[in-house]
């Protein structure tokens, strides 16, 4: 299994070169100079071409691919056009106000996926199943940022809990009440989003369980229905979506881009946005390598896992 | 994900025909209800120009009017009559939906045959860029590339045109790969039909059904990501408005108006829940015809 | 007839009907009526379609979802459980076909045994353990520890159905219906598991019904026989009896289609035989 994962890790690499040199070719193709982000335009011609000789952009293409390769590595996203900031700071600053707000919602629409995926798979027909199918149907087709919209008029501003904007309120940062109600609402709405699909999946890998003829056999040596949606398939249902949770990684980051920007929750939505409505470069493109990376990962994290937990796939063991 | 394999089992199929036959009738509807409210959709944005409307008269004195007998969908910020504006909204997002969808397709077929025809290296490198295309989160991916082209009708179309057909693509080479080793495509050089004819000539009937499937995906996926763009101001571009683009200007009016808000989204969601209905039903008639 | 106190298990005029694909209702059994005699092995022979595996799953209670299931009169040990039976169980327990597909692959042999032991034998989980161990040396399998804590696709074909065959007797049945129980397997195997199946008979004193369409099966293991054609028994009775004067023209049928059966009553169908069954 250890040669699996080594080969896995080997075959992630040449991906992951790939994909920042497509991201270098698209940072050099763009129309714009990358000694701009590192001047001002108050600069003279000598001092902005010493700065170039200074980063390296006389250097043939080549070797500016090399030295940003090198920066990228060790951390460094060179620097935001529109503000010239270390881009790498700025997301610093702002994955983590993300990942607040995706993750548990991710997780909380997860669990209402597996406990009604379940419910409707194992009574597949039933108006129960016909039911959720149905809302989970209605919720694939619902514009998320639609609905953002509806929550905002019925919670923001008709019965007024909860406040619309931002994270926090003025001076109260830190408060974790004053936290909590700008959170409800943009949870909710990334709950929804991600509801219905998950529904759908786990619904489908149920119903397929229950159609596997041991299955049949369990009902013949008197299982209840009960147990064997909670000792047989409930558990097999649970492989495959541990095995994608690794696939969820680069949701965290990149998952909620236009609900933040609905509700100004300062995260990388907004920050994204803005760069590119400001044309700024660097900044889309470092968002561009980090998700793509995040999904290189992701999908090496749910392969490896996949492996791991299968014991029809352990590599290696067995008899 | 991997299923394990099941010895086809008389208990099985049974099973699941007495669940098609108890579900059928709901599906049916459905589907119905699915295709005529798209015809009604489709018609109406067809023949908008001949009809009464008037998106454009702008009259600041009767600004934000509710739906009434004069206004059927109300007023806009500028006076404007909705209904008019929705109409003609459907008429741009309808249009980038189906463009976008036969871009997606029609690349989504070509990589398809040409993969699963060639085999061998070229397939494997086809397949390694579609994995790699499909890794990348879409919607990232839409807005880099609108990012380096001019925002507009034809570069929206353009951009989830070809971030779309990834998927259609897969199915397009899975048929073709079954289909090239059939007998009549491996015997037809014997009888001095270029293979490669044979192919075109069958490959793509054959999978007709499984490609209008996915092309029902796709318009849903290209109608969505269209009205989430234009809704973010990096599509749709005024003076054109789509449903989404009138979302981001309903966000404006919210409190004083929700039904500017209201109106575009459901619109967006029938059609979207309409097109998908309408591929299940596709899908399920597909698998029971035992076509491909 | 055989005296009623011999009779384990007697059923009148089952019938069973399934949804149709387009509608309708299939007859997959009809008027089915047979007596089961304590300790004999009953071969239940027919082709795909016959209703035989429906048979079985009907006496399990285990029919498709929709299916009906009605009969005249059930008696089991003599009592007249016609009523009752829709509640409780036969005292029965079934071996299924494909002992690959018929385990939760995700599930241990051991946990899987341990579980019908747990819920049949009313015991707890470290009995249960032992139950099972005990099981599995019952079904002559050499290494029972090992094969306890394998999963089901690490063990050959032959064993997995030892243990299928071992689960079974943890639910302590007295009647032991077997679906097929060698069809999936080598020629070589099928031999051993019929020998196996014959001498936990004796041992328990168990009653077989075994379903399948193969002759030679019933020929090396079987006393009695019935035959089934479209849902209904054509014929039934001993099976040197029916073999050497079959009454029924699709016996006769049946019996030419076969290859000669081998001399040797303990050795069952051919490698050909097999692949020429379903």
């Not at chain 1, 609402?185 to 041991?214: H, K």
């Not at chain 3, 300790?39 to 209703?51: A, D, K, P, T």
């Not at chain 3, 063990?155 to 030892?162: A, F």
Request: hydrophobic share 50%; with cysteine; aromatic share 8%.
């Amino acid at each position: 299994m250890a040669v699996y994962i080594l080969r896995r890790l080997a075959q992630v690499l040449p991906m992951l070169l790939l994909v920042t040199f497509v991201v270098f070719a698209l940072l050099h193709a763009a129309p714009y100079d990358v000694v701009d982000t590192i001047t001002t335009p108050q600069m003279s011609e000598e001092t902005k071409a010493a700065m170039r000789e200074r980063y390296g952009l006389d250097q043939p293409i080549v070797v500016q691919y090399g030295l940003w390769l090198g920066n990228v590595l060790q951390g460094d996203f060179g620097y935001s056009l529109a503000s010239r900031h270390p881009i790498a700071e700025e997301l610093a600053a702002r994955i983590p106000n993300t990942i607040l707000l995706v993750a548990p919602a991710y997780v909380a629409a997860l669990l209402l996926a597996i406990v009604l995926g379940l419910i409707a798979g194992s009574r597949r027909g039933t108006l129960v199943d016909k039911t959720i199918d149905s809302l989970s149907g209605v919720g694939i087709a619902t514009p998320s940022f639609w609905f953002a919209l509806l929550v905002i008029y019925l919670f923001g501003y008709q019965l007024r809990w909860f406040p619309i904007i931002g994270m926090h309120s003025v001076g109260k940062q830190g408060d974790p009440v004053d936290f909590l109600l700008h959170f409800v609402m943009p949870f909710l709405v990334l709950v929804v989003a991600f509801f219905p699909e998950l529904a759908r999946y786990v619904r489908s890998a149920t119903i397929s369980q229950f159609s596997q003829d041991y299955v049949l056999v369990q009902r013949g040596f008197g299982a209840s229905r009960r147990q064997v949606l909670t000792r047989h398939v409930g558990r097999n249902v649970m492989l495959p979506i541990i095995t994608q949770l690794g696939l969820a990684l680069p949701i965290l980051v990149t998952g909620a881009i236009v609900t933040e920007s609905i509700f100004g929750w300062p995260g990388i939505g907004p920050y994204f946005l803005t760069a590119t409505r400001s044309l700024d470069y660097p900044v889309v493109l470092a968002v561009l390598l980090l998700s793509a990376v995040l999904v290189i990962v992701g999908n090496l994290i749910a392969d490896i896992l996949y492996v791991v937990v299968d014991p029809r796939i352990r590599i290696g063991a067995g008899s | 994900m991997t299923t394990t394999g099941t010895t086809p089992n008389v208990a099985a199929v049974v099973d699941a025909t007495t669940l098609v036959h108890r579900t059928r009738s709901f599906r049916s509807v459905s589907a119905l209800l699915a295709v005529a409210f798209l015809v009604i959709v489709g018609a109406v944005a067809l023949i908008a120009p001949l009809l009464p409307l008037d998106p454009t008269t702008t009259d600041l004195a009767i600004r934000w009017q509710p739906p009434s007998a004069a206004h059927w969908f109300g007023t806009d910020e500028l006076g404007r009559d909705y209904f008019s504006r929705v109409v003609y909204g459907g008429r741009i997002s309808l249009t980038v939906g189906i463009l976008a969808m036969a871009a997606a397709t029609a690349i989504g077929v070509i990589v398809g045959l040409i993969a699963g025809y060639a085999g061998g290296r070229v397939d494997d490198a086809l397949m390694r860029f579609v994995d790699f295309l499909s890794s990348i989160p879409w919607m990232v991916l839409v807005i880099v590339a609108s990012v380096f082209l001019k925002p507009g009708l034809w570069t929206i179309i353009f951009v989830i045109g070809v971030f779309s057909w990834m998927a259609t693509a897969r199915l397009v080479r899975a048929e073709t790969l079954t289909l090239r080793e059939r007998a009549f495509v491996r015997y037809a050089k014997y009888i001095g039909v270029r293979r490669e004819l044979v192919m075109w000539r069958h490959v793509v009937p054959d999978a007709a059904p499984t490609i209008i499937v996915a092309a029902t995906a796709s318009i849903s996926t290209a109608i969505l990501t269209e009205s989430a763009l234009s809704f973010l101001g990096l599509g749709i571009q005024p003076p054109m408005a789509s449903w989404g683009s009138l979302l981001e200007t309903a966000q404006g009016s919210l409190q004083t108006a929700p039904y500017l808000a209201l109106i575009p989204g459901i619109l967006i969601l029938l059609t979207v829940l309409s097109f998908n209905v309408l591929g299940d039903a596709l899908r399920q008639s597909v698998s029971e015809g035992g076509a491909s | 007839m055989t005296p009623a106190e011999d009779v384990l298990l007697s059923v009148d005029g089952l019938d069973v009907d399934l949804p149709g694909r387009t509608g309708g209702r299939v007859k997959v059994l009809e008027d089915v009526t047979f007596e089961v005699p304590r300790g004999r092995v009953v071969g239940i022979v027919g082709e795909s379609g016959s209703g035989k595996t429906m048979l079985l799953r009907a006496l399990m209670g285990i029919l498709p979802d929709g299916a009906e299931r009605d009969w005249r009169r059930v008696l089991l040990r003599g009592e007249d459980v016609t009523r009752t039976l829709a509640r409780r169980r036969l005292p029965a327990a079934m071996v299924f076909q494909d002992p690959m597909t018929s385990f939760n692959p995700l599930v241990r042999i051991g946990g899987h045994l341990a579980e019908v032991a747990q819920r049949f034998q009313k015991v707890g989980r470290r009995q249960a353990q032992g139950l099972a161990r005990e099981a599995l040396i019952a079904v002559r399998i050499p290494d029972p520890d090992r094969v306890l804590s394998r999963y089901p696709h690490e063990l050959s074909g032959g064993m997995r159905q030892r243990a299928m065959i071992a689960m079974a007797l943890l639910a302590q049945p007295e009647l032991l219906l077997a679906d097929e129980p060698t069809t999936a397997l080598d020629a070589t195997i099928q031999a051993q598991i019929l020998a196996l199946l014959r001498t936990l008979q004796a041992e328990r004193s168990l009653t077989v019904l075994i379903v399948t369409h193969d002759l030679g099966v019933v020929a090396a293991v079987c006393d009695d026989v019935m035959v089934m054609k479209d849902g209904r028994i054509v014929e039934s009775g001993e099976v040197e009896r029916v073999f050497a004067e079959p009454q029924h023209p699709y016996t006769r049928e049946l019996l030419d289609a076969a290859p000669p059966a081998p001399a040797e009553l303990a050795a069952p169908a051919s490698a050909e035989e097999k692949g020429a069954g379903a």
